[in-house]
């Protein structure tokens, strides 16, 4: 099972006009497998925010959690599913799920 911790695989900060912003990139492969795409994501953004999971905005007010478990469900036969993303909006980052194993958060 995976960790209850979840870093970033990179960090991306840009400026422009003078505004900064970041995109995170993580890898949540193993909680795709393991059916926990919405705890993966939970993890992803506590580690943007710098503030614990139970302290946020749950995920479930801003997306479908179970809807988001169906569609990243690993195959029949534990293969991640091909060519699968969704991108929803969470306080002011824009957050997109990858069937391949990532997590984009960009704020």
Do not use: K
Not at 31 to 41: P, R
Not at 68 to 91: A, E, N
Request: net charge negative; with cysteine; proline share 6%.
């Amino acid at each position: 099972m995976p960790s209850f911790t979840i870093d970033p695989v990179e960090i991306e900060v840009a400026s422009e006009n003078g505004d900064t912003s970041s995109t995170y990139v993580f890898d949540i492969s193993d909680y795709l497998l393991d059916g926990e795409v919405c705890t993966a994501v939970a993890l992803a953004l506590s580690n943007v925010v710098e503030t614990s999971p139970e302290r946020m905005t749950p995920l479930s007010s801003v997306v479908d959690c179970d809807a988001l478990q169906l569609l990243f469900q690993p195959r029949r036969y534990g293969d991640l599913r091909d060519d699968v993303r969704v991108s929803f909006p969470y306080d002011v980052y824009e957050v997109t799920v990858f069937s391949s194993g990532r997590v984009l958060v960009r704020g």
